[in-house]
C-alpha cells in the first residue's frame, strides 16, 4: 500500500477535497485501496469543516442527499450528536454487551502492541497505524473486533490504545466506534473472517489458517464465550510501538503563561481542534493565542507525529502558544477585554469549568441540523436531520 502523507496546512487540506471522487468512494470505499478520501485528520483538527468538505466535493459533484459520501460524513456528525448528550459517558458501555465487563482484560496483549499476534490482517493493521497514524476504517473494525471478541479485551482498553497513535483521534469517532464494534453501542457485535480480508486487503493482510480463518457462525459463538481465542503464525518478529507523550516534544514551541501579554486585549484562542481559516471580522489587534490544555493530554498522550502535525498549524496561526493547567490559562485570561474560541467538546473533558465567565465559545459550523433528543442508532439520527443549507 502506498504510504500517506499528512501535512499540517491548508493547502494539503483542500487537494485532499479536490482529489474527492464521490462515486469511486461509493464503490470502493471499504477497499483499503479504495477511493477513500483521506481527511480525517484535517477535519479532527479543525482544518476544514464538514460543511467545507461537502460544499467543496458538491461544487463538482452534485450530491444527493442519500449519497454513500453524504452518509460518511454524516457519521462523524451522529458521533458528535451522542457526544453531545451523553458527555462522559462516551467512555463508559452505552448499554450491555455480550458478556459482563468482568470478563474482559483491562490490558491489552503484548504480541498485539508489539504486531506479533501471528494473524497478519492484524500485525499489518498495527504496524501501519505506528508508521502512518492512520488506518482505513475497515481495517480499524477488524482491528477492534479482534482484540474485543477474540482476544476479550475491553473495548474502552481498546480504544484508549488506539486513540493515543492516531493522527485523526477524535474521542466521539473513535470511541463509540469501537462501542458499536463491541455491541454495547448496537444492535449485535460485529465480527470478520479471513475471507473478508482477503475480499478487501491487499495480500500481505490475508490470513489463512489463523484465527479468523472460519465461518461467521464459530466467531460468533467465540464472540459470546469468554475463552479468549488465539492462534495465527508463530515466530512473527515484533516492533516497539511509538513513544507517547503527554508533553509537548519540544517544550520551545511554547511560551510561558503570561497575563500582562493579554491585558486589556481582545483575544481568539486557537486550539489544537481549531486550526482552520481565522475568522475574516477580527477587530484589529486582536491577539491570536495558540493553547494547549495540559489535564488534556496527562490523560490523552499523543505520539510525536501528531504532535507536530497540530503544533506546526498551530504556530502558523498564532504568533504566540502556551501550554499549561486549564485553571493557569484560564486565570491569565481574565484581564484580557474579550476571549472567543470555537466550542469544543474535547477542552471540557478537563474538569471544571476553566474559561473567564465573559469568554464567548462559538458553535462550529454545522452541515446536519440538530436533533434534539438523543438517538441510538445512526438509521435514527439520519431520519430526523436534515442538511444545512
Not at 298 to 324: G, Y
Amino acid at each position: 500500500m502506498t504510504p500517506f502523507v499528512f501535512e499540517p496546512t491548508l493547502q494539503a487540506a483542500h487537494a485532499r477535497i479536490q482529489a474527492v471522487r464521490p462515486q469511486d468512494y461509493a464503490r470502493t470505499r471499504n477497499d483499503l485501496d479504495g477511493a477513500v478520501t483521506r481527511l480525517s485528520p484535517y477535519l479532527t483538527h479543525g482544518f476544514v469543516s464538514l460543511p467545507e468538505v461537502h460544499a467543496g466535493v458538491d461544487a463538482v459533484y452534485p450530491l444527493d442527499d442519500q449519497h454513500k459520501f453524504v452518509f460518511e460524513l454524516g457519521w462523524r456528525a451522529y458521533f458528535r450528536h451522542v457526544w453531545r448528550h451523553v458527555g462522559l459517558g462516551i467512555h463508559q458501555s452505552l448499554h450491555d454487551g455480550l458478556l459482563p465487563d468482568a470478563a474482559y482484560s483491562q490490558a491489552m496483549p503484548d504480541d498485539i502492541v508489539q504486531a506479533r499476534c501471528g494473524v497478519p490482517a492484524i500485525d499489518c493493521a498495527v504496524r501501519e497505524l505506528y508508521a502512518t497514524g492512520y488506518l482505513h476504517n475497515h481495517a480499524r473494525m477488524w482491528l477492534a473486533s479482534y482484540v474485543v471478541h477474540l482476544r476479550k479485551v475491553h473495548w474502552h482498553v481498546g480504544a484508549e490504545w488506539l486513540y493515543s497513535h492516531l493522527l485523526d483521534g477524535d474521542l466521539a469517532s473513535n470511541h463509540l466506534s469501537w462501542q458499536w464494534v463491541a455491541g454495547t453501542g448496537s444492535s449485535k457485535p460485529y465480527v470478520f473472517n479471513a475471507d473478508n480480508v482477503q475480499r478487501y486487503a491487499p495480500s500481505d493482510w490475508h490470513s489463512p489458517g489463523s484465527v479468523i480463518d472460519t465461518s461467521y457462525e464459530a466467531l460468533d459463538r467465540i464472540a459470546r464465550s469468554a475463552k479468549p481465542a488465539v492462534f495465527g503464525r508463530t515466530g512473527v518478529a515484533g516492533i516497539h510501538p511509538p513513544e507517547l507523550f503527554s508533553l509537548p516534544p519540544r517544550p520551545d514551541d511554547f511560551a510561558p503563561v503570561d497575563a500582562q501579554v493579554v491585558q486589556g486585549r481582545d483575544v481568539w484562542l486557537v486550539h489544537p481542534w481549531a486550526l482552520g481559516v481565522l475568522p475574516a471580522d477580527l477587530p484589529a489587534g486582536t491577539l491570536v493565542l495558540g493553547i494547549v490544555v495540559a489535564e488534556f493530554h496527562q490523560q490523552h498522550p499523543w505520539t510525536a507525529q501528531r504532535w507536530e502535525f497540530v503544533v506546526r498549524r498551530m504556530r502558523q496561526l498564532a504568533p504566540l502558544c502556551w501550554h499549561a493547567p486549564a485553571q493557569t490559562i484560564g486565570t491569565a485570561l481574565r484581564g484580557a477585554r474579550s476571549v472567543h474560541m470555537l466550542a469544543e467538546p474535547h477542552l471540557q473533558c478537563v474538569g471544571k469549568p476553566w474559561l473567564p465567565a465573559s469568554a464567548r465559545q462559538h458553535a462550529a459550523p454545522r452541515l446536519f441540523t440538530p436533533v434534539d433528543e438523543l438517538c441510538g442508532s445512526f438509521s435514527k439520527w439520519r431520519g430526523r436531520t436534515r442538511l444545512v443549507r
